[in-house]
Structures are given as structure tokens and as C-alpha cells.
């Protein structure tokens, strides 16, 4: 059913709550393109540890059996290697932190566990060396990222200060839905190909121009056209 307005007036009033309340929906999603830019920093680190895995991976090394065991080892790296020689698993200390490396039979690095200036993290990747999952904490809150075969980010989960999101993108990497829970207030924002928002579900509040105050339950539904026009809402 098509929501019209009953006088002029109220029209007014009703384009003026709209266009507020496409305001307050769209810094929701910058909110959440924010923490997908968290996200995606996430990985990057990781790649770091990566790349210090590629940098200090594996080496020749021997091994020596015997002897009596001791009660310390101090060393900037220790090495583990399987019976063919090659080496499975590393612990370094890098330059930013000490990192936890595992390899597979091919020697390509599979999980990175490091802890830096910054936070603690874990990565895992595929067979192909993709990183396809991050799980990170920091100072900003914690978060996981989810990567496809081609690298690209497709969903992330975070919690932050403001609360928790989930946020998810195509296969172009685009963020296409984000659903999260800010100050208590849920709400779900969906965007078409072009970063437009097309629909909208949650609570919110919108300030009228006489001053009052609107507030919209977490029944509220807006959907929008291409052109960011709202055609349909409810309340």
C-alpha cells in the first residue's frame, strides 16, 4: 500500500523527515563502510605476516636428537621441520612482534598467528596462498574478515565501541548489505551495483522542523529507487 500525504503542509513536513532520515541511513552505511575498511586493514596485516613468512620461511636446517634436556631456549627463531626435511612450522620474532607460521607439505604458509604493536591476530589461507579468513583484536575492538578464492573481501563481522556489524560485499568487493547495532538502535541498510541505498529496516529518530522529534520503530521500512528517492515507507 502507497503512503500519500493528506495537505501541503504535511507533504512538506514528510519530504523534510525523509530527506533527515536519508541522512541519518546513509552515515549508517559510511558507518559500515568505515568498519569494512577496519576489516580489510585486518588483512592487510596479515599479509605482513605473510610477507615476513616469505622473508624468513623455509631454509635449510638440521636437527639434533639426544641429549639432555633444558630447562630454557633462547633464540629469534626455532624451526620445525617434518621427516622429508621440510620445514612445517616457524616461530620468529619479527620487528613488529613474535609470529607463529604453519606450512603445508608444498611449503606455502596455511595459519599466521601474530602479535604486534597494534593487537593480535589470525590468519588462514588456501591452498593457493589466498588469505581466505582473518580474526583480528586491537585497540578498535575485534573482527573477522571472510575472503573469496579471488582475494576479494566478502564478509566481515566486527565489534566496536558503537556496537556490532556485519557487513557484506559482492563479487566486485562492493558493500552491499550492512546490518548493525549502534547505540542500541538496530537497523539493515541494502545497496543496489552503484552504492545507492534501496532499502532500509530499523529504528532511528528524525528532528521536524518544529522542533519535535519522530522516532521510528524497528519495524520501520523505507525503500528507495535508483535515484535515492524514497518511494515507499512505512510508518
Known amino acids: 500500500m502507497m503512503a500519500g500525504p493528506e495537505t501541503q503542509t504535511e507533504e512538506r513536513g514528510q ?34 605476516v605473510w610477507l615476513v613468512a616469505g622473508t624468513f620461511g623455509p631454509r635449510t636446517a638440521g636437527a639434533q636428537d639426544g641429549g639432555a634436556p633444558v630447562n630454557e631456549v633462547r633464540a629469534k627463531r626455532l624451526l620445525l621441520v617434518d621427516d622429508a626435511g621440510k620445514i612445517r612450522a616457524m616461530l620468529t620474532m619479527t620487528p613488529a612482534g613474535p609470529a607463529l607460521v604453519l606450512y603445508d607439505a608444498a611449503g606455502n604458509p596455511r595459519v599466521a598467528l601474530d602479535v604486534n604493536a597494534d593487537g593480535s591476530g589470525l590468519a588462514l589461507s588456501d591452498a593457493a596462498g589466498k588469505i581466505r579468513a582473518v580474526l583480528r583484536v586491537d585497540a578498535d575492538g575485534s573482527g ?18 558503537t556496537g556490532p556489524a556485519l557487513v557484506l560485499s559482492d563479487n566486485g568487493g562492493k558493500l552491499r548489505a550492512g546490518l548493525g547495532v549502534l547505540k542500541d538502535s538496530p537497523s539493515l541498510v541494502l545497496t543496489d551495483a ?8 530499523g529504528a532511528g529518530s528524525t528532528a521536524l522542523p518544529d522542533g519535535t522529534t519522530t522516532i521510528y520503530p524497528e ?15 512505512a510508518p
Do not use: M, Y
Not at 144 to 161: C, F, Q, S
Not at 194 to 201: C, E, M, S
Open 144 to 161: 573477522l574478515a571472510l575472503r573469496d578464492a579471488a582475494g576479494k573481501p566478502r564478509a566481515g563481522l566486527t565489534l566496536t565501541a
Open 15 to 48: 519530504l523534510v523527515t525523509t530527506d533527515e532520515r536519508l541522512e541519518k541511513l546513509e552515515w549508517k552505511l559510511a558507518h559500515a563502510k568505515r568498519r569494512n575498511r577496519w576489516v580489510l586493514g585486518a588483512v592487510a596485516l596479515a599479509l605482513g
Open 194 to 201: 552503484a552504492g545507492k541505498i534501496r532499502a532500509t529496516v
Open 219 to 233: 519495524s520501520s521500512l523505507f525503500l528507495s529507487g535508483p535515484d535515492g528517492k524514497v518511494i515507499w515507507q
